[in-house]
């Protein structure tokens, strides 16, 4: 399983940032120097981008947490689904990650778990 964060010669790990993340933060930012200095920031960190089969887990994804009676959005499964296929931990706070990971095969980072 990858890790997130960088340089692991220094003890951090690999962070691969979804191109549906990087575009949600930056729509947050109407104020173009605001907009030009986060994007900036972000530019360090990969793109992970998004495959075909990408959308039909997220689809299924979505499914799944329908039939348990958990609504997932869209870019949220989306970003379940990518992760999932590059075997990667979602690090966020949102808690509706929380309620995805009991139906999905999906790891977030500082839960203490692996897949």
Known sequence: M???LAN???GWRR???PGPIRQEVLSGCSEQAKFERLGDKLSCFENEPMLDSDYVCAAEFHNT???AGV???HPDVLICACGYRVE???YTKYKDFQRYREGLPISLY???ETR
Do not use: F, T, V, Y
Request: charged residues 30%; glycine residues 14%.
């Open 2 to 4: 990858r890790e997130p």
């Open 8 to 10: 692991r010669s220094h």
């Open 15 to 17: 962070c691969d940032l």
């Open 65 to 67: 947490c329908r039939k």
């Open 71 to 73: 609504q997932g959005s």
């Open 88 to 90: 990667a931990s979602i």
């Open 110 to 112: 500082g839960a203490g």
